[in-house]
């Protein structure tokens, strides 16, 4: 029940072309879902977060799509670029400042994200 | 405004040594959690520390120990090192009582046992 599963593996786009990566989670007491972007040899770094208030949020280029019914929600990558090629990695906590679980980050497998020029 | 630092970068040890992680959080961050990171899968959670106690904890055995100091800042400690131990260890911070859950990822240390 504390998985987040990610999908796909990998993904190839053209440069210009949309990315979109989809994670499914269990958990109803997960109410924070980042998105991460990760590098190789760096730390994850935070790209968007949603909360299940919202069926939408876009920053940018980036947009998560969230459904609460489904338990599902997804990262769209508009105008995709050579430089966002990395892996991306989807996430889950429960929420509440100061919360028992507060913090405690379940991540999904990865997406190995190549965009072409 | 510095952001999660870690030290060292690599680290290779042998399979029943010890080895101690450092990190220091973002300014103003009072809280630290710990993660693993396997090649090629994602961060796994191994705990939290807040007011210098461990707050909770992940699905990983008690030769993997932590502290945190008053300045926010915190060791991760494993014992009897594994050929399995072998992966990225990365830090987070962030503030417990904020209004936010943003963690905020150091560059991590690559341990590497041989």
């Known amino acids: 029940q504390q998985q987040v599963k990610q999908s796909p593996q990998s993904l190839i786009v053209q440069k210009g072309g949309i990315s979109i990566i989809n994670c499914a989670y269990e958990?109803?007491?997960?109410?924070?879902f980042p998105w991460y972007q990760q590098f190789p040899g760096k730390g994850p770094a935070l790209l968007i977060a949603i909360r299940p208030d919202v069926s939408e949020k876009k920053e940018g280029r980036f947009t998560i799509s969230f459904n609460k019914s489904a338990k599902q929600f997804s990262l769209h990558i508009m105008d995709s670029q050579p430089g966002d090629s990395a892996t991306y990695f989807c996430a889950a906590s429960p929420s509440g400042s100061g919360g028992t679980s507060y913090g405690k980050l379940t991540f999904g497998q990865g997406t190995i994200l190549t965009v072409h020029p | 405004d510095a952001g999660v630092t870690q030290s060292p970068t690599h680290l290779i040890k042998t399979r029943g040594q010890q080895v101690t992680l450092r990190c220091s959080p973002k300014s103003g961050h009072d809280t630290v959690s710990w993660y693993q990171q396997a090649l090629g899968q994602g961060p796994q959670f191994i705990f939290q520390y807040y007011e210098e106690e461990e707050r909770q904890r992940g699905n990983f055995p008690d030769r993997f120990s932590g502290h945190q100091f008053p300045n926010y800042s915190s060791e991760l400690n494993v014992n009897a090192l594994l050929l399995g131990d072998s992966a990225l260890y990365l830090c987070?911070?962030?503030?417990?009582?904020?209004?936010?859950?943003?963690?905020?990822f150091g560059p991590g240390t690559r341990l590497t046992v041989l």
């Open positions: 958990n109803t007491a997960f109410d924070y």
């Open positions: 987070a911070s962030s503030l417990l009582t904020g209004d936010t859950d943003t963690q905020y």
